[in-house]
Structure formats: C-alpha cells, structure tokens
C-alpha cells in the first residue's frame, strides 16, 4: 500500500460542550463509558404528549414518539456576561447557550475573554433555522392572523359584534403574555447567522464568524469548514461547533411523518433498529495548526489528519446514498498519511433508522473497499445518539468530542441499544464490527478514529483523528474506565419498607410521583435513594424490577395494587404472576443456601461485569491463572474472557465455546466463577446456612463450606478434569432425556453396549452416560416416543465406569486434605441427599463421586427441609430450573445470580427476595464502582421551556381594562335584565313594556329620525 505523504494536521487544543445529562466534558465522557442514556418522557414545560402524542402514526398533527433527550440546568447569566436584560429576553436560547459554550471550549483551551488572540480567531457554526424559540416567537406577530380566525369563528356561532371584540382584546392579552416583545433585539436574536456573529461581538474576534447548514451535518461540516481555513492560514485560531435546540412540534412532527422516529427503544445498528428518538445540545472546539500549537506549548487532545465533504447527487433529497457517502470517507483518507485500515473505530451517523444504518455501514465498507481488501471485524462503529439521541445540527460535533476524548483517553467507547447486530455486519460488512462492550488501551498507544455525519438533501461528512498527547487528567473519569463499561445494568432494583401495609401504599404512591419523566440514566440514582430511604425494623417490605422508567411506573402501579387487593398476611410473601415484584410480611429467620452448579454451565465471558467492575475480581482471575500456571495447567482467564463482538463468524464463536468445554478448562473455570459470586454476595451480606453442588459444582460446596482452601479448588478441578477428559481408547458422551428415571430405565432397557443413569436430575429430567453409539441408541428411542432428547457439550460420559481411570487417579495423585474436618457449614452431597459428616475420606469421596450415580431429587429434599432460599451460585440457571421441576414447597426457591454473561435480571432478582424476606443487604456493596449521581425529580430539574407552553401572565386590571360581554338584550352579560324576571308573566310584562316604552319613547323617536336621515331612507322606502 503506498504511504501518503502528511501535509495535514490540526491540533483540538480545547473542547466544551452541554447535551442532555453532561454539562461538562468530564460528564460527557463518563456518561459514554457508563452508557447512562438519557431518554425521558417529554417534560409538559416543553411539549406536553397529553396534546401532541398519538400512537397512530397517521393521526394529523400529532406524533407517535412520545420520549426526548432535554438538557437541563443551563440558565444564563446575562448580568454577569454584561449582556443588557432586553437583548436576553428578545433572543432564542441558542444565542446564549452557544455563547455560553464557546467560553467554556476557550477556557478549556486556557484562555479567558480578556487574553484570547483576537486577529485572525474566527467562529463556525453549525445550525439549522436557529431554534423553537424563535419559531414560536414569531407566532406573536401573526397575532393578525390568529385574530382574523378568531373572528370568523365567533361571527360563525353568532355572536354579537361587540362580544366578539370583546373576546379578541381578551384572547390578544392572553396570546401575547407568553412572548417577549418586539424591540430593535429581536431580529438579530432570533436569527441564525447572527449567533457565531454574536461569539465574535463578545470575544472581538475579526476572523469572520458564520453559519454553516447541512442539516444533521451542520456541525461537523463546520469542524471541516475550519480545518480549511487554517491549514489555508485564513484563520490562526477556529472555534467550531454546533447547537440546537429544536424539538417542537415543526421538527418532531415533521420527523413523524416521515418515519424517522421511533416508538419504542432507540436501537443503533440494530436487527431491530426502528428509528431515533431527538435529543438536543451544543459544544464546540478550538483548532490550531499543529505546529502552532506545538510552538505555543498547547495541550493537544487529538490530531485531525483529514476530513471530507461530498454530495448523493441524484440520490433522494431524504434518501441515503451508500455511493455518496463513501466519497466523503475517501476524500479524508486522501489527506490523511494512513489507510482507512488504519483505525480502531469509526463514531457514526447512527440514527437508527433501518435504512440509514444500513446504507451508512455499507458506506462504510464500500469505503474500506477502496484500499484493499481487510480482515473481518478489524473497524468498530458506535454511535453518540445511542446516548442522547439525535441532537441533529449538533450531533456531528457531538460525535467528534466523543472521538477526541476516546483516542485521547485510549479507549474504544461503547455504543448502545444494539443487542442484535443488524444482519449486514455477517454479509456486506464483514470488516467492521458494533461495538458493543468497549474496550481500554495502554495510555501509550495511538488510536485513531473516523467521525461521520450525514443530513437531509444528501450531504455528507467525514474527519479522521488520532491520539495527541499522553490522556488529559482533567477528563479523568471519577471511576475505573473497565468499571465504568459495565457500570450499565439492563434492569434495576427499587426497594420500600414500611410499618405497615397502609403506609406502604402512600410511600409506593409518593415514590411514583418521584418516578414521574425521570430519564433512563436516573432510574439508577432513585433506585440508590430508596436504599438509603429504608428503615431495616419496618416489617413491611417491597421489591420490584424494572428496565425502563415506563416499566417502573407500571410496576409502581401494579405493587399499589396488589397492596390494596390481596396484601399478604404476617409472615407471607406476596409475588406477582411475572416474578418481579415481591412484597415480604413481617418475615423473620431467612435461611439461604448455595447450589453450585457442574459441567455444562460454563459461558463465554461468565461473570465478566464483576472481574470489571472490581479490583478484587481481577485480581483473584490472576491469581487462579497463576495457580494454574504453576501446576502445570494453561490459565483459564483468556478462555473465558473474549471479545465476542470481535469473531470473524459464527464458526470462530462455536470455536472459542469449543475450547471452553474442554475439560480441564471448564473444570477450573466454573469453579473459579461459582467462587467469585459467592465472594461477591458474601460482600453484599448473603451469607449461606448449608451448601451442596451438582456433580463439578460439589468441589465448590466443599471449599465453602472450609473443608479446603481456593487454591486446592482451583488446582482440583483442573486434575479432576484432565482426569475425565477423553482418550482415544475411552471416548463416551451423554444425553439429556425429558422423562423421570422409571421411564429412562425402560428406554436403556436391551439397549446393546454400555450405558447407564448418570444423573436423576429431576422428575422431569434424566442424564444417561456412557459409550457414545449406546447413548445415540437411547436419544432415538426416546424420540421415537416422543420424549425429548438432548446430546450434552462434556467431554466424556461422567457418573459411569468409564471414569474409572479418572477415579483411581484421583485416589493417588489428588492434592487435597486426607480427611473432612469440621466444617462452618453443612455440607450436603448430589451423590444421596445426604449431609457429609466430618471424618470423610475426601480422596475416596471425590474418587466415587466420578463414577457414581447422582440423585439430585434426594438432594433438593435435604436443602429444601433446610433452607428458606437456595441460590444457584455459579454461570447458568440449570439447577435452578431443576429445583422448581423437583421442590414441592410454594414458597420455597431457587433462584440463578446469572442466567446468561451481562444480563443482572437475575441478581436484582435474588436480591428482591432476599429482602422482602427479612435479609439484610450491604446497599453500598451492591452499587460500588458503578456510576450514579444524586437524585432529583424531573419536577425539580431546570428543562428550557417553550413559550408556547408557559403559562399565561395577565392581571386582573389588564382584563378589568376590557369591556364586558353582553348578552342578548345589549347588557352586560354578568346581569340580569328585569324582562327576564317576568317573561313567565303576561300582565305583568305588560306593565314592564308600557312602563319601558313611556320612560323611552322620545329616545326611540329621535334615534329613528336620526338613522333616516343619515341613509335609512331605502328601509322606510321599502316600507312605504
């Protein structure tokens, strides 16, 4: 490949934004490696769902996307900025967000407004038709209009002239209340092209300050428009940026209607990628040629190599070109010195919608293309709008800060809401890959990365960057990066206590109105305020999960109702028919025991979230590695931990399973997680009363229950599963039979060769083991019985003869204590049911257990007469599924801490029961090392607000000023004229109009004379 030569390069010196959850870069950047998204309901202040929303897509006027991503707590302080009260009132907020903004980007770059360089500093910013302020501003000057309307309607239902101007002097006081008056500052306040005017008016800057419009690709065509003008030495310094702030009812509904937006989750890349949901915000950057920087002694967070702009041509003015946008990739790639190779990752368009991310990732590998061919899954992609939507005219730069912060810090940022990769990654677009889990380099290497931005009328963007100087300190999140890339959980726990089933109702009812508009990312935050609102002596508990702010608002309603409905008597639990929401009654004396499961649990990437999450996991991985590495075993750690999201293909996914099912892998590996969950919940204070296990999982239960130490464990499980492993000479496998053990019994039964009942799992379940042409004999008997069948990924026939070899080995070689000493625990074996006394031959034990037939029916029996709750310590839920197809109690369960990697339904689900049962939980264990800020209720948040939505200003004396209405009879229609009295009362009406016509005739009299003089002379002709 011919190396380009380098003639461009541009250094980000400083940065400063504020989107929706992040008024600052620090917010921003942990915001992106925690995927704290920011979703809410649209707050009423801005655009109230309850006028607008309708779940018809073709309803008129109305949308069907009822969720928004709103910045809050930005207030300006114009006396401080010296900006005159009028001015500030006459403007949209962009002006002074974008202000605002640009100060915070320069200070960020080390200057201040009295010793930044005014000569040859210019300003570029993106912007689409300025912002919903002003378009609702100029409703005020349509008022004509509005009255005009307002008169005919009135005119229509026939009301008098004078009541009809009445009502239009009212209304006009009511209208015009919630809009600034128009003064000699509206006009330059209300226009776009005047806010980057506005930034060089406060700075003094003479380098020129314009607009740039491209739609959704406003802003990052202006972060291209400055790189111009300063590799061209037009500027010296450039402030690049974007802002907007425009979800009302012109853009929203607009998007409505041409299917842009989505009704449901925002999934980005996504097999079920449906749309976007708007969000809105502002940031900019200041550029310098590189070697200016480099000469002023600039911190340099990235280095810009190249950036490209092109046109779709003949493609639709709304319809995405795959053609057109690889253009403007290869146009940057032209003036970068490396490939597009190159990079680690790409920060895409991303909206969402099925049709843009197909067309943009085809763009993309089109692109790819150009340089030759690369290998599978080399290019990540993510998407900023997975966090706060698409905040269109300020999304490009969004993306681009996102960039800069990712190569400056070195890691590559996760995107989110893509949990099934859209199907071109494994066609089209084999070289790039969605980056779903996000991954941290060494603080010394170089990353690189594209930018893309693509808008309405075909118009198209790209900017390559790489790492500048070593990662900024001042960005440095407040946790862990690898805790912070799991610090996202895809539900939450919400827990209440109370004194009694009442004063539970009002404390669900208050912790609703808490719930109201909060954004997904602040599900977390309330469900950490509730923990610290709980008061462990009230008897009365609840527990509910949830994985959206709809979701708990829904769960809130349904726990209110369960309350009022059928509450549960002292000593009773209450659960709802979905299993996730519990409510405990004065519950005392929890007793909890741990299953560890065996063999065919193992998952790639099991208990990833806490080797990330905490030092300590990670350092026992590398410890049990160590272990390992000095018996003579491989480490286990690189076989479970893999980048799934990296494979090639299907095939390379069935292959790193593959490698895990050995069994001197997997053996050592479930050990290792069954002991790290059980460190974890030992943390969080659950502790168990009695332990047993499944086959493997028994080794467990004997180190947690002190008969031996980790490191035997470990070292045991990985000579016990050496020791089964298959040899040529003694290959066997087995079968899962859904029937009980008579059944199975009847299936073996003549069956040539050898094969037996391995495990009585359940009365649902059976496991046979032994040589593998018998076992395939049974599994086709069983489905020529309609009984199914299921071959088991092991790597030998277990719990059979054939094991003993693996046996006797044991006996003499394994390194364990002779005997079973005492124990802090009770011990139960899978072999009977049976507690293991102390005095056990533990070599003869362990040697048996291999060959002999497990009966976990037995052993479900004694935990269960045991314990209150039994949690299956370890990867997977297969025990936990054959202890509810065995146990005949209603309230007794078992329950999985991980059913599948990275999914935390299942701990929240342990926890919820452990509480509402009486158990007493470490609450700041529980969220340790995951990032959450203090909670506040969205009715207390700082949202901006649309005119149209505030409420109306008019005193009693601007409407005391108008006259009143009359009715009918030419009063005020507040009276009641004395006719009315006796309309009923025909002598006395008659007195009432003799007396009316004596004390008004000569007035009647005159006012004829006067209308006949004065041109009602064609009436009287008419009645001559």
């Known amino acids: 490949m011919e190396i380009k030569a380098e003639t461009h390069a541009v250094a980000v010196i400083g940065m400063g934004c504020h989107y929706p959850g992040a008024n600052n870069l620090k917010e921003l950047w942990e915001n992106i490696l925690a995927r704290r998204r920011q979703f809410r309901s649209f707050p009423d202040n801005r655009l109230p769902m309850s006028e607008y929303y309708d779940p018809d897509k073709k309803a008129p006027d109305k949308t069907y996307g009822s969720r928004t991503a709103v910045i809050d707590a930005f207030e300006f302080d114009w006396a401080k900025r010296r900006v005159p009260k009028r001015a500030f009132d006459s403007a949209d907020i962009v002006h002074w967000l974008a202000l605002e903004v640009a100060l915070q980007a320069l200070e960020d770059a080390g200057y201040t407004r009295e010793n930044v360089p005014t000569e040859g500093t210019g300003v570029v910013l993106g912007n689409t038709l300025t912002g919903e302020q002003s378009r609702s501003q100029y409703m005020r000057l349509r008022w004509p209009f509005v009255r005009k309307a307002l008169r005919a309607a009135a005119n229509a239902k026939g009301m008098s002239l004078q009541n009809i101007e009445v009502l239009v002097e009212t209304m006009e006081k009511y209208y015009k209340s919630v809009f600034a008056p128009i003064t000699e500052d509206t006009l330059a306040g209300n226009l776009a092209n005047t806010v980057a005017g506005r930034i060089c008016n406060f700075f003094n800057f003479d380098g020129g300050g314009y607009l740039v419009d491209g739609a959704c690709s406003s802003s990052l065509i202006s972060v291209a428009t400055a790189f111009s003008h300063l590799v061209n030495h037009d500027l010296d310094i450039a402030l690049a940026g974007g802002v907007d702030i425009s979800i009302d009812t012109f853009e929203l509904i607009g998007f409505a209607k041409t299917g842009a937006l989505t009704a449901d989750d925002m999934s980005v890349y996504d097999r079920k990628a449906s749309g976007f949901i708007p969000g809105e915000g502002c940031a900019f950057v200041v550029l310098k040629r590189l070697e200016d920087a480099r000469a002023a002694g600039d911190y340099v ?61 085809e763009g993309i590998a089109l692109a790819i293309e150009g340089d030759g061919e ?32 990712a190569v400056n810090q070195r890691v590559i940022p996760p995107t989110v809401g893509c949990k099934e990769p859209n199907p071109v990654f494994g066609t089209t677009v084999k070289s790039v890959y969605p980056v779903i889990s996000g991954e941290v380099r060494q603080p010394t290497d170089i990353l690189r990365a594209g930018v893309s931005a693509m808008g309405f009328g075909g118009i198209n963007s790209h900017v390559t960057l790489e790492s500048g100087d070593p990662p900024a300190l001042k960005v440095k999140p ?38 109201q508009g909060i954004s997904e990312a602040e599900m977390v935050d309330l469900a950490v305020f509730l923990t610290e609102d709980l008061d462990s002596s009230q008897p009365i508990r609840a527990a509910l999960i949830a994985d959206s702010p709809m979701t708990l608002l829904e769960r809130l309603q349904q726990l209110e109702q369960m309350l009022n409905d059928v509450p549960p008597a002292p000593r009773e639990i209450s659960i709802s028919p979905q299993k996730d929401i519990w409510i405990g009654n004065d519950i005392k004396g929890l007793r909890v025991g741990f299953l560890f499961p065996g063999q065919g649990s193992q998952k790639l990437n099991m208990a990833r979230t806490l080797v990330q999450r905490y030092s300590w996991a990670k350092e026992f991985l590398e410890q049990a590695d160590h272990w390992l590495l000095e018996i003579g075993f491989e480490p286990i750690g690189k076989y479970i931990y893999r980048p799934l999201e990296r494979a090639a293909d299907e095939q390379e996914l069935q292959e790193w399973s593959k490698q895990l099912t050995r069994a001197d892998i997997t053996s050592p590996a479930i050990c290792f997680v069954s002991l790290l969950w059980q460190k974890y919940l030992e943390r969080l204070g659950i502790k168990p009363i009695a332990v047993g296990g499944h086959s493997l999982g028994e080794l467990t239960a004997f180190c947690a229950a002190g008969a031996y130490n980790e490191r035997t464990l470990i070292c045991l499980a990985a000579m016990r599963g050496r020791a089964m492993s298959a040899t040529a000479s003694n290959v066997g496998s087995m079968a899962s039979l859904a029937c009980d053990r008579q059944t199975a019994e009847k299936l073996l039964a003549g069956v040539p060769g050898y094969v037996v009942i391995a495990n009585i799992n359940s009365p649902k379940q059976t496991v046979i083991s032994g040589e593998s042409l018998s076992v395939a004999d049974v599994t086709k008997r069983a489905q020529s019985e309609n009984i199914q069948s299921r071959q088991l990924q092991v790597a030998n026939a277990f719990h059979c003869q054939m094991m003993s070899p693996a046996a006797a080995f044991l006996r003499e070689q394994a390194q364990i204590p002779e005997q079973l000493t005492v124990t802090s625990i009770p011990l139960f074996s899978s072999v009977n049911g049976q507690r293991l006394e102390n005095g056990l031959e533990l070599k003869q034990h362990f040697a048996n257990q291999i060959t002999s037939q497990l009966d976990f029916i037995s052993f479900v029996a004694s935990m269960e007469s045991t314990c209150d709750m039994m949690v299956e310590v370890g990867p997977g839920k297969v025990l936990s599924g054959l202890v509810e197809e065995t146990t005949v109690s209603q309230q007794a369960v078992c329950l999985p801490v991980e059913s599948k990697p990275g999914r935390e339904r299942e701990l929240n689900a342990v926890l919820g029961n452990f509480f509402v049962r009486g158990g007493e939980i470490n609450w700041q264990a529980v969220y340790e090392n995951r990032l959450v800020h203090h909670f506040v209720r ?50 006395e009406l008659v007195d009432v109009l003799g007396e009316y016509f004596s004390e008004r005739g000569s007035f009647l009299a005159e006012l004829i004379r006067s209308d006949i003089e004065t041109g009602g002379h064609n009436f009287y002709e008419n009645i001559q």
């Open 301 to 361: 967070y990235a280095v810009v190599r190249g950036w490209g702009i092109s046109s779709d041509g003949k493609g639709g003015i709304t319809a995405p070109s795959k053609v057109g946008q690889s253009k403007a990739l290869r146009r940057a790639y032209d003036k970068a010195y490396y490939s597009i190779h190159d990079l680690d990752f790409i920060e895409g368009h991303g909206t969402g919608t099925p049709v843009g991310d197909r067309t943009e990732l």
């Open 374 to 405: 690369l290998a599978p899954r080399s290019v990540g992609v993510t998407s900023f709008k997975s966090l706060v939507g698409h905040t269109k005219a300020a999304a490009g730069i969004g993306g681009f800060i996102k960039a800069v912060l």
């Open 478 to 515: 407040s946790l862990e990066e690898q805790a912070l890339l799991v610090s996202h959980q895809d539900t939450e726990l919400f827990v209440l206590s109370a004194k009694s089933i009442p004063i539970l109702i009002e404390r669900t009812q208050v912790v609703r109105e808490m719930a």
């Open 938 to 987: 969205a009715s207390q948040r700082i949202f901006i607000e649309n005119q149209c939505e505030r409420p109306f200003v008019v005193s009693d004396e601007d409407i005391s000023s108008i006259g009143e209405l009359l009715d009918g009879s030419g009063k005020h229609g507040t009276e009641t004229h004395s006719l009315n009295k006796f309309v009923n009362l025909e002598e």
